[in-house]
């Protein structure tokens, strides 16, 4: 297959680019920057120089292309305060790429979020596609969610649509995410904090784990499939305080929701869900199989070792 990607040199799709050329599919990938290009290159790929808001150049791609992983978006603008505009390129985009793919029975596949489907229980594939689900979002994460539904829908317009719900920690060697933002206030603070009783859990998902359900997906994921890319179902957040306290010889303590706001500022939000979620289905429909270190595990080996961002 030639499968154009979004995203293609960032965290994710530094992976899947060669996860996909390994198993035998041409790669065209997006770049915005010479040094994306320059990556791009040196893995194997043919490079497309352009952005989400080049909609013809990107109309173009998916056109000639055999399926299209969708993984870039505009993270830098949401968690500066933007997050509804960053959805709203997001859901251009998508409807570009339907308009180029519609009736086709081509791939279609986009990143999506695993956090905060349900509340109170394990997440599973079944949630997170009637708009009621969105009831308890606001905002921006409410956006991205509906701009999952609306992909899913596309099977109806004669596309294999799939949304791959990632982990909110994709983690692995050179992560820049939500962990190491939390390691970074630890050793500014001086203590690794959770919030309450840090009971409630973080789906997690080793980086090349998540590249190789992406290839799944593209490669035979049934339209309309929503898939979990989570390796682990649900980390404490007090086991991620522990381990990050004992990796920098810091204490470990216990902050109420008000003190946790000044002290994780924008993180203080994500870090006080309890979203747990299964991957049974996604392993029984496409075989896949979660093979990389767990969560725990990286932190020690990596995230405390890292230099201060």
Not at 111 to 126: C, D, I, N
Not at 137 to 162: M, V
Not at 249 to 274: I, K, N, R
Request: charged share 20%.
């Amino acid at each position: 297959m030639r499968v154009f990607v979004t995203g293609a040199s960032g965290w994710i799709g530094s992976a899947v680019v060669p996860e996909l050329i390994d198993a035998g599919h041409e790669v065209v990938g997006l770049a915005r920057s010479d040094a994306g290009a320059a990556a791009l290159a040196k893995a194997g790929a043919e490079v497309l120089r352009g952005t989400l808001d080049d909609l013809d150049g990107l109309r173009g791609a998916a056109a000639a292309s055999d399926g299209v992983i969708h993984l870039a978006f505009q993270h830098d603008r949401a968690f500066s305060g933007d997050f509804e505009g960053a959805a709203s390129t997001d859901r251009r985009v998508i409807e570009t790429f339907a308009e180029a793919l519609a009736g086709s029975d081509r791939p279609f596949v986009i990143a999506g979020g695993a956090l905060g489907l349900a509340s109170g229980r394990v997440a599973t594939e079944a949630d997170g596609r009637d708009p009621a689900d969105l009831a308890h979002l606001g905002g921006g994460p409410q956006a991205r969610l509906a701009n999952a539904q609306f992909t899913l829908g596309l099977a109806a317009r004669g596309i294999r649509s799939s949304v791959v719900r990632l982990a909110p920690s994709v983690h692995g060697d050179g992560d820049n995410g939500f962990i190491p933002n939390v390691v970074n206030i630890a050793r500014e603070k001086g203590v690794s904090a959770y919030i309450g009783d840090g009971a409630n859990r973080w789906p997690a998902v080793h980086r090349l784990d998540a590249a190789r359900l992406f290839r799944l997906a593209v490669e035979k994921a049934p339209a309309g499939s929503a898939l979990h890319g989570v390796g682990e179902e649900g980390v404490p957040l007090r086991a991620i305080a522990e381990v990050i306290g004992e990796q920098l010889d810091v204490p470990v303590v216990s902050l109420t929701p008000e003190e946790a706001a000044g002290h994780f500022t924008w993180l203080a939000g994500f870090l006080a869900v309890d979203g747990p979620a299964s991957n049974t289905l996604t392993r029984e429909l496409l075989g896949w199989q979660p093979t990389g270190p767990g969560l725990l595990e990286d932190i020690a080996a990596h995230y405390c070792k890292q230099p201060a961002a």
